[in-house]
């Protein structure tokens, strides 16, 4: 692919220790039977992505971790500091996809409304009333790729039915491994 542009989707596997931090994770790997519970669109800096000890970039999602709350960008370094927690899923897009890309996922942080809490009861409870302001970290990861035409199928998923589309697609599953 000429002037082609690598991101990396990031995974996020539910630590299976008995800590109350991780009940939510716990909650939605369960219910999606998945061990994904989380999802991130990885974007590499000038210098790409760096080494497991010093991760570069930016990294794009939905959360309501500490201070974030709604759609956001963090340097990747924070949330990569616990690399054994994640996979990811590299990607190559075009120098047009990806421009649409970055375009897309800065205005969704800039206009940012909050984390979706009615979107994420659809993996939690049976009851589900769509918001359609806010986003949940793997509702704004599908949309975006669908967005730029990488893959189909708009709307409110699971970690896990990214992580399948992407893999129908003949792409493979990595691991990132620990400090």
Known sequence: MNNAKKIRILFYKTPWKLKPKYFFNWLISLRT?????????????????GTLEDASGTCYTSTMR???????????????????????IEIE??????????????????????????????FISLIH????DRNICSEFVNNMLVLIGFIK??????PEAVHKKLNKLGLKTKELKGK
């Not at 120098?95 to 659809?122: F, H, P, R």
């Open 66 to 88: 500490g201070k974030d709350n709604g759609t956001v960008s963090r340097d990747a370094s924070g949330v990569l500091d616990h690399p054994e927690n994640w996979d990811y």
């Open 153 to 158: 199928g708009y709307g409110i998923v699971s």
């Open 129 to 132: 009333i769509a918001d359609n």
């Open 93 to 122: 897009l075009t120098a047009g996809q990806y421009g649409l890309l970055l375009a897309l996922m800065t205005t969704e942080v800039e206009c940012n409304m909050g984390y979706s809490k009615w979107d994420i009861m659809k």
């Open 33 to 49: 039977w998945s061990k994904y519970s989380h999802i991130e669109i990885w974007t590499p800096d000038s210098m790409g992505f």
